[in-house]
Structures are given as structure tokens and as C-alpha cells.
């Protein structure tokens, strides 16, 4: 069974940044793809980055290209998102979660996930 461990959130001011983790534990075969989603209490879950092993690719949500960066380090199976430029809206709980397609598309393309990290930013 694969675990995924959240770590790094906080309450920063706007305008400030955090740096989240993503640590993997258990078996990765097939682990082709990570990706960082985002939930506030009521909300659904929206898709905030995703990288791809398959040459590094990654995929952003237009609400945070060019604020958010994720990188992974397979050495440590360990995923992370920068997060800079913060604004109140990216208020939520961050997860991680892990695919087996080297490109997926939607939420259903992810089977493991992590418990969250809650990251709050105020005005």
C-alpha cells in the first residue's frame, strides 16, 4: 500500500510563501505522476499542479501558474510545491495524491492519497 504524507502548511500573510512536501512511502510501482489538489469545507477538490516522471513535465491550474512551481525528488520519493505570491484565495487544504498514468486528466486518474495540510493566508 502506498502512504503519502502532507507537510509545510501554515498562515502566512498574503503576498507571502510556503513551501509544501509530499513524502511516499510503501510501494511505487507504476507511481507515474504526482499532482497537489486543494479543498475549502463545502468546496470540491480542484486540481492545483501536477508533474509527470515522464520527462518532468508539469501542469498548473491557470489560479496559480506562474506563482506555483512543483518539483519532485525521486531519490526521496518526495513531491513539492512552492507556493509564492500567496493570496487569500489559495486558502484551503492542500493534498497530495499519486497516478498511474503518466498523464492524467481528472481526479478519477488518482489512487492514493494523502491527509492534507492546511494553508492559510490572510489579508
Known amino acids: 500500500q502506498v502512504q503519502l504524507v502532507e507537510s509545510g502548511g501554515g498562515l502566512v500573510q498574503a503576498g507571502g510563501s510556503l513551501r509544501l512536501s509530499c513524502a511516499a512511502s510503501?510501494?511505487?510501482?507504476?507511481?507515474?505522476?504526482m499532482a497537489w489538489f486543494r479543498q475549502d469545507p463545502g468546496k470540491e477538490r480542484e486540481f492545483v499542479a501536477a508533474?509527470?516522471?515522464?520527462?518532468?513535465?508539469?501542469y498548473y491550474a491557470d489560479s496559480v501558474k506562474g506563482r506555483f512551481t512543483i518539483s519532485g525528488d525521486n531519490a526521496k520519493n518526495t513531491v513539492y510545491l512552492q507556493m509564492n505570491s500567496l493570496k487569500p484565495e489559495d486558502t484551503a487544504v492542500y493534498f497530495c495524491?499519486?497516478?498511474?498514468?503518466?498523464?492524467?486528466?481528472?481526479?478519477?486518474?488518482?489512487?492514493?492519497w494523502g491527509q492534507g495540510t492546511q494553508v492559510t493566508v490572510s489579508s
Open positions: 495524491a499519486r497516478s498511474t498514468y503518466y498523464s492524467p486528466r481528472s481526479i478519477r486518474e488518482f489512487d492514493y
Open positions: 510503501g510501494r511505487a510501482i507504476r507511481s507515474n505522476a
Open positions: 508533474i509527470s516522471w515522464k520527462g518532468d513535465i508539469t
